[in-house]
């Protein structure tokens, strides 16, 4: 069988078998019978010439051969996809997309509440939804359409289209009441005092503040560890620690928290931008960046 006899839409069918590996569920998916399911797994085993997928306890589980379709597979529906859609327009007033955008605990903080605040007022019927940040699988997340963007820092990803966004320093933070008083922050301060650490791949005990002082000479020593900055705040309040924090994050809790600058220069990160070149014409992909950067500006 050739590409001239084959069905594309059978594609989208291999694509769902192989997600859920379940008749059942990939029938379902495609809003079709359960028997109509079945009679596309038969043809598609006719087309590639293998079973494709094989009854392993309750599931169905994909065939070496299977396997090696998958990837494949999503870059060619997806570039399929680009096709259809490029050239359309993008009503956000009644569209019912799902934009789903990878970032950190700072960028569903801080930058996410305005991309939400303008999807609820200029489309309405959409959704917004916030993806963890996992270093190792951003790339295969835009390339795969699990994600429509990313929002990260520091990154490179050769392949993919950026856009710089915004920048960011740093302040340290303290409970209300600390013992150390309400001065500026001294450098001998700041080395005495025990410190909380924000560690996003969780457990570290070291950072680019403490990267920094090295280069001083000196040290600080960190006392606990968290995966998130939204977990600090809670925290400092209740102990005296200190906190290095960024800037629009710290400057949230002033009513609860004491925050001061750096006694040395803060390091600086940048967040940008970034998604699959094969979205960069699709009309609904073109107007949510724009909404990302309009959000960036608006914290800026």
Known sequence: MDIKQADIGLLVGLQALLETQSVTRAAKALNLSQPAMSAQLARLRAMFGDPLLVS??????????????????QKLLGDMDALIKEGRTFDAATSKA???????????????????????????????????????????????DRADAALITGMQLADAKMRAGLEEDFLVIQRKGHARGTGPMTLEAFCTA??????????????????????????????????????????????DYLCVLPRRIATQYA??????????????????????????????????????????????
């Open 194 to 239: 025990e410190h909380v650490l924000v560690s996003p791949q969780g457990g570290g005990f070291s950072g680019a503040i403490d990267a920094r002082l090295k280069k001083m000479g000196r040290v600080r020593r960190v006392a606990c560890s968290v995966p998130g900055f939204f977990l600090v705040p809670s925290l400092i309040a209740a102990s």
């Open 98 to 144: 799902t934009f789903r955008l990878i970032g950190t605990d700072y960028v569903h903080g801080v930058i996410a509440p305005h991309i939400a605040t303008k999807l609820a007022s200029a489309a309405p019927r959409a959704r917004l939804a916030l993806l963890p940040f996992d270093p190792s699988s951003v790339w295969s997340a835009l390339e795969e």
């Open 56 to 73: 392993s306890g309750r599931r169905l589980v994909p065939t070496s051969r299977a396997e090696a379709l998958r990837d494949p597979l």
């Open 255 to 300: 009513s609860s928290l004491d925050w001061f600058d750096l006694p040395f220069p803060s390091p600086r990160f940048q967040i940008d931008l970034l998604w699959h070149p094969r979205r960069q014409q699709d009309p609904a992909h073109v107007w949510f960046r724009q909404q990302v950067s309009n959000a960036m500006r608006a914290v800026a």
